[in-house]
């Protein structure tokens, strides 16, 4: 796969200049995300090494990169750029964030008690306060919005007021400013998984032109306050993993939209072709049926479970098993178009 931007570029060629349209995708996963970070880091020095250039950034050869939950604080960090170079970091870097803020992040209870101190925290609310995550992505990403990336971005998370998922995509912006929020906040809200951190909301303002006035200005200036109010939209979200744990098809979606909407950076003779197009890598966060050698859960013991033993179980097999649907469904379509088998890599 060749590079497609050079070192110096601050964005990267739209896919009309290239017969692919390449997509990275990153799962949710938690603290695992730094299994990815270890890929993508592999990945990266691949590149680098094929392109001859040390300098080359993964953001520089996709077109799309997504990412849930932990997955979107990945994609965030490999897209935002620097305030002095205008590049992104190094994929191995992702490592060191995981490796420096993970145990403030997760802090594990310690003790024989501990298991029951875990559980009043998670009857009682969430089981970490979130603090250490929130303060850790601020200081990663700053004030960086979503149209600042240097690649597309698609993160999805899920907004619990609307009942229903919520997409921080590049490619809507466009239609719907609203969108266009700082990269911190749209983290904060697809990490904050069920039962592990609280929810997040947040208000971004729906168009850009605003001003201030104080108390003492005429009727026009507080009617003007009065539907700037009007103007913000709300955010509630939480964990994008509810949503979409593996964001692949949720990406190329995305791409699919802009084609059928003939957007000129997309252009395309046969729908039935544009699969072929397609440069895929999924990017999992291993899984956590593999760690118990598939007995994490059985059914004796989920023949005695109730609401609350159901609790955690729940969101486990909701987001292996979305992931892994998300997985069938892309085979079967890629298969399906004749694409070839070198198009699509899923690696957990």
Not at 19 to 30: A, K, P, W, Y
Not at 88 to 99: E, H, L, Q, R, T
Not at 242 to 261: D, F, G, H, R, Y
Not at 312 to 327: A, G
Request: charged fraction near 25%.
């Amino acid at each position: 796969m060749e590079g497609r931007t050079s070192s110096s570029s601050s964005k990267i060629q739209p896919p009309k200049y290239g017969e692919l349209i390449t997509v990275l995708s990153v799962d949710g996963g938690g603290i695992r995300g730094i299994i990815s970070g270890v890929i993508l880091a592999y990945l990266e020095s691949q590149l680098q090494e094929l392109d001859g250039d040390k300098d080359a950034r993964l953001a520089d050869y996709f077109d799309v990169i997504a990412g849930t939950s932990t997955g979107g604080l990945i994609t965030a960090m490999l897209t935002a750029p620097d305030d002095e170079t205008g590049r992104p970091i190094y994929a191995k870097d992702i490592v060191s964030f995981y490796k420096h803020n993970g145990p403030e992040i997760f802090p594990q209870t310690t003790g024989c008690l501990s298991w029951i101190v875990d559980l009043w925290k998670v009857l009682r609310g969430s089981k970490y306060d979130g603090k250490n995550l929130h303060k850790a992505i601020e200081d990663t990403l700053k004030e960086t919005r979503l149209q600042d990336t240097v690649t597309n971005v698609v993160i999805p998370t899920f907004d619990i007021k609307k009942l229903q998922p919520t997409i921080f995509s590049s490619y809507q912006i466009e239609c719907n400013p609203a969108l266009d929020a700082k990269l911190s906040d749209i983290c904060k809200g697809t990490s904050a998984g069920p039962t592990y951190f609280p929810a997040y909301h947040f208000k971004k303002e729906k168009h850009g032109n605003t001003r201030e006035f104080n108390e003492n200005q005429d009727e026009s200036a507080l009617e003007f306050n009065k539907n700037k109010e009007k103007s913000l939209s709300e955010f509630h979200l939480i964990d994008g993993g509810i949503a979409a744990n593996n964001p692949t098809l949720v990406a190329i979606s995305e791409v699919m939209k802009q084609i059928t909407k003939k957007n000129p950076d997309f252009p395309s003779t046969d729908q039935h072709l544009d699969y072929k197009r397609f440069l895929v890598i999924a990017i999992g966060t291993g899984s956590k049926k593999r760690e118990e050698e598939y007995e994490l859960y059985n059914a004796e013991m989920a023949s005695k479970w109730g609401l609350i033993s159901w609790a955690l179980p729940l969101i486990v097999c909701y987001q292996e098993s979305s992931s892994d649907m998300v997985d069938y469904h892309i085979s079967v379509i890629f298969k399906a178009f004749n694409c070839d088998q070198d198009k699509y890599l899923r690696i957990m």
